[in-house]
């Protein structure tokens, strides 16, 4: 079984930046798949980026893609961290940004929220 402990989240100004990150263990995590998503309230919860692990693939959100980075650090088999750049934050991306973990590859994975695992979640909140 996979664990995920989300961290980073907070308050920035519009045009501030944050870094998020989720510290992924318990399970071989060559072949697995880590994601962010994000669900404000009133709407539903979207995906924003996810990573594959063997093949790195990555996707974006499109209202993202210019202003968020996803990376890992695939520093052993068992542990790894994935990381999420917020930069040029917007109001609109206030939200609570959850981690997750997931066998699915990056597009569809993000795309359709198919994920086994999900973190507790880290709040962001951009705001002047």
């Known amino acids: 079984q996979v664990q995920l402990v989300e961290s980073g989240g907070g308050l920035a100004q519009p045009g501030g930046s944050l870094r998020l990150s989720c510290q992924a263990s318990?399970?071989?995590?060559?072949?697995?798949?880590l994601g962010w998503f994000r669900q404000a309230p009133g709407k539903e919860r979207e995906g924003v980026s996810c990573i594959g692990g063997s093949d790195g693939s990555i996707y974006y959100k499109a209202s993202v893609k210019d202003r968020f980075t996803i990376s890992r650090d695939n520093a052993k088999t068992t542990e790894d961290t994935v990381y999420l750049q917020l930069n040029d934050l917007k109001p609109e991306d206030t939200a609570l940004y959850y981690c997750a973990a997931s066998f699915t590859a990056a597009q569809p994975m993000c795309e359709t929220q198919r994920a086994g695992v999900w973190g507790q979640g880290t709040q962001v909140t951009v705001s002047s």
């Open positions: 318990g399970y071989t995590l060559d072949y697995v798949t």
